[in-house]
């Protein structure tokens, strides 16, 4: 077993987004803050109606996919071609934007707290150019396990040998079914507990605490913060005196050219104008 280490610590910057919606950025703040294949890891978490009920309006994406996972609250995403997907606490909507969509993502609740996250996964120059595909998985598909050493589990995406047995997570559940292997954990750790993590051999992966601190080989990992870990195979995380919730995320990288211009992500400057073209034409996703 090869434990991973902290090999850099990106502290999350406060932003808005959308209307007006407050984020705390840390992936993806600068482009050198990427973490191939990850673009952008966004957490908004707010009691406060005003930080968020702005939403996301309609917006273009084209090249990569877009994963929100919503720890409390009540979104709802509509597209241009017709698609709604009600997302609520617990739930999961995975965005493959491929060639294009246009959507929103609009909260359907005035009060009360709304905590979340979107990751961007970038995809390989011969997957950008899909159809746009969706897939909205509730709360009560994503398996749940209850950890020996004090917390319990959830694996979103990818799947995670624990204590003998394999738990199969609700997306990316047959390893190859997707070209970056994305592992999505959320993990809850009682006060002082610690969990051994299994990560494959040369995927990327960061760890991030939304709720109370961790420690990792040694050193602390305030909340609020993205841990980038370095190439291992296992990563033992513990939680600090008040107990600790962080996501662990991880995937394989494409080792490709990104060119960015906002929300179009691809390989060269030539495919950027013609998205920035195929928009402004109302030709995204035809
Ligand atoms: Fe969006």
Redesign the pocket.
Known sequence: MNARIIDRIILSTRTSDGAGVKLRRSLGSQAALRLDPFLLFDEFGTDNPEDYIAG?PP?P?RGFE?VTYMIDGHMRHEDHLGHVGELKSGGVQWMTAGRGII?S?MPQQDRGRMRGFQLWINLPARDKMQPARYRDVPASEIPVVELQGGGQLKVIAGRLALDGETVVGALNAEPGSMTTDPLYVDVTLTAGAAVGLPVAAGHNAFVYPFEGDVVIAGERVPQFTAAVLSDGDVVTVRAGATGARFVLIAGRPLNEPVVQYG?FVMNTREEIEQAVADFRAGRLAA
């Open positions: 996301f917006h994406h877009t959507h993502e929300p």
